[in-house]
């Protein structure tokens, strides 16, 4: 079967998938097959069970008085008017509040001065505009928004460091007092990289910006809790990817045993990592329910979501790339300033420290690395991980240094990429990762093959009014996170994965998992491995995931996990389950197991392929036949298995861009987008496909829109839909996807992660074809976003010198 051939060659498929989808496989066929998401039908007929469809009985409301200062002292909280209110059932500011901090789980893994404690409310200090100070808990939506409005904040304000720029400068203002600098850690990643560059004939240098991301799921953060009085429980649901880990954090911020709380995620509508920690409002909704022994309700609206939830990217780097005059590359050295924003929140270290600084190599044989990665504290909503993680930085800064050295060599850099790929796997790096397999100059063959490189290239003269610019960046991505033998290294837990699988006596099969699809596709993928292993109708297994009173414990859906580190675990259940029915199957038929196979669903005897019994057969004799039991074999078929893979898998690929330039107004159009992607056996083409589409908009949307911006005093000025922006459909091009498959030695199935591969090289080939363009006028290079003011402003330079 596909599941058990990972050390295969790999193999070349071009071509989307969309246009291959089917509803059905096979027996034993699942895996690999193009199946529609079993998903998709009650999603697109308004049948999903999202957080705003839920309202317990006698719920009420919460709404949440946060902080208009980006940075001031609290002077008094008033609530007496907004408690006056009838319909205002309790009002809850810190003082109130009888609960831990918020824990941090992913510490720097150097010693870095002890993070500041995140309150579930503030009571002294306010850090960040939209910083939770008080909460209203009313019988509607409308009186706790009325009665928030009530509550006065009497502030002194405070001196503002709003960027990382500001946050730097000598003699700023300290965010927090025990971090005079603003430093809140410093990490070093690689070693000594001072020989090469004193030796080496060329050296370039550059600063790169990444510049700020709101994440914007389609489904804001929400939360309801409701304590039951009597039996001391409290039933959670939320929108989150990690339900037993919410239920954790829950347990230990109000000290309540997690045998006494369940948590429902539901159906989660988006949340690329934003939905990844639990958040101080979050704590604050389950103490106010037990505080009051009712549910209670919280849902944010677009611009709370804006001003609340976590951000991404916003980092600076100040990198050299030393060469030889062939452009080889002979290390990498400099700083990367990560802005953290307010606080440290649970997961937000490792983004930067875990996967900006050690991925910074990507595909290339580069033996020295030096570098020091900062997190610095600034007046913004905090960072955390946002689709990529840390990885989307790191191939934007290798892919422009690549260029940049190119041009200054007077190199092709497509000949520059080729020159330094790594071949050989698996592949120790200069940052104490190890890549698995991959074949990047294949990607990369494809990809200038697809779009037509060598014709663009030749004919991409300008006609006066439009600029043509062909890109290409390639990529390596982390993912399976976080292996237990290597999660020191981001300063992370061990993060295994379990599933337990049901089989019925009618032959049905339920396959719980600790994962939580945000829109991954994970109730057809995991059915489909289930039903490759167990050789069922791919419509015989259901799988389920999301609650904690149902489905095993796991750490749930980020960092391109699901498939390689879950799905594995679903493979692993699966066989114990095959291998106690063929054991079960061979009693039945007075046979050896080893005259007995497992073909087309059925168990027969090898001598005798047509005949045998079905799975369902076996499934039904394992509950009710006690006599076809082995010795100490309990009833049913039923089976669980963790998996813990022995390292991380590195998907790869190459991806190739054409935009076109207005000189006029300078807006950037895309005319063709490639992608050329390894993520090892592909479970599903038609999930996979989709997954790049997504992460390319939304890396196409980082380099020409998005870019989320406060003045001088800490205030957001793109705090709403209206005023931030990012691409429509009619912005973006039609998509074209090809793959290369090298499997990973990391699990079973030979997986790689891909749920994020389209946002980490999507934002470096926009920005190479952009600076493609601008080269042949003379202009740039520029800051990401490229937006048609800044790059007007550019080619006016040009034509104004």
Known sequence: ?????????????????????????????????????????????????????????????????????????????????????????????????????????????????????????????????????????????ESARDGA???????????????????????????????????????????????????????VRAGLRNNRLAPVPLEPRGMIASWDVHRQTMDVWITTQRPHHTRWFISHVLDIPEHQLRVRAGDVGGAFGSKEPMYPDEGVIAFAARRLGRPVKWFADRSEDFLATTHGRDQYADLEVAATEDGRILGVRGRIDANMGAYLYPNSPGTVIGRTGPLLPQSYDIAAVELEIRGIYSNTTPIGPYRGAGRPEATYYMERLIELLADRLGLDAVDVRRRN???????????????????????????????????????????????????????????????????????????????????????????????????????????????????????????????????????????????????????????????????????????????????????????????????????????????????????????????????????????????????????????RYVAVDDCGTVINPIIVDGQVHGGVAQGIAQALYEDFQYDDRGQPLTGTLMDYAFPTAAQLPRFETHRVESPSPANPMGVKGAGESGAIVSTAAVANAVHDALRQVGAGPLDLPFTAPRVWHALSDVTTR
């Open 1 to 141: 079967m596909s599941t058990t051939n990972p050390t295969a060659p790999h193999r070349i498929s071009r071509g989307g998938a969309a246009e291959r989808a089917v509803d059905s496989a096979p027996l034993g066929g699942a895996f690999g097959a193009g199946l529609r998401r079993r998903e998709d039908p009650r999603m697109l007929t308004g049948q999903g069970d999202f957080l705003d469809d839920v309202v317990p009985q006698g719920t009420c409301y919460a709404r949440f008085v946060r902080s208009d200062q980006a940075h001031a002292r609290i002077v008094s909280i008033d609530t007496s008017e907004a408690s006056r209110q009838h319909d205002v059932v309790a009002v809850f500011t810190a003082d109130d509040i009888d609960a831990a901090p918020i824990p941090l789980i992913r510490k720097p893994p150097v010693e870095s001065g002890e993070p500041p404690e995140v309150h579930l409310l503030s009571s002294g200090t306010v850090r960040f505009v939209g910083e939770p100070i008080a909460v209203v808990i009313g019988t509607s939506p």
């Open 149 to 203: 409005e009530l509550v006065v904040v009497d502030y002194e304000p405070l001196d503002v460091v709003p960027s990382l720029a500001a946050a730097l400068a000598d003699g700023a203002p300290a965010v927090h007092a025990d971090f005079p600098d603003n430093v809140a850690f410093r990490v070093p990643v690689g070693g000594d990289a001072s020989a090469v560059f004193d030796d080496a004939p060329v050296v």
């Open 421 to 671: 790929f790594v071949r050989a796997f698996p592949h120790a790096t200069a940052t104490k990762l190890t890549y698995d397999s991959g074949d990047y100059e294949a990607a990369l063959d494809v990809a200038l093959e697809e779009v037509g490189f060598a014709e663009l290239a030749d004919g991409r003269a300008s006609d006066g009014d439009t600029l043509v610019g062909v890109g290409v960046a390639s990529y390596v991505e982390i993912g399976g996170v976080t292996p237990s033998s290597v999660a020191y290294l981001e300063g992370s837990p061990g993060l295994w994965e379990q599933a337990a699988i049901t089989v019925h006596p009618t032959g049905r099969v339920d396959v719980g998992v600790g994962t939580c699809a945000h829109g991954q596709g994970h109730e057809t993928a995991f059915a489909q491995i289930a039903a490759d292993v167990l050789g069922l109708p791919y419509d015989d297994v259901v799988v389920h995931y999301g609650d904690t009173a149902s489905a095993p414990f796991g750490f749930g859906t980020f960092g391109s996990r699901s498939g390689p580190v879950g799905g594995a675990a679903v493979r692993a259940a699966a066989i114990k389950v095959r291998d106690k029915a063929h054991g079960i199957a061979a009693r039945r038929l007075g046979l050896e197991p080893d005259q007995v196979v497992h073909r087309d669903g059925r168990f027969s005897p090898r001598e005798d392929v047509g005949g045998g019994l079905t799975f369902a057969e076996v499934a039904h004799a394992a509950v009710f036949d006690h006599t076809v039991l082995g010795e100490g074999e309990e009833p049913g078929l039923d089976a669980s298995a963790r998996f813990d893979p022995p390292d991380y898998t590195f998907s790869s690929g190459t991806h190739a861009c054409v935009v076109a330039i207005d000189r006029a107004t300078g807006v950037v159009r895309i005319d």
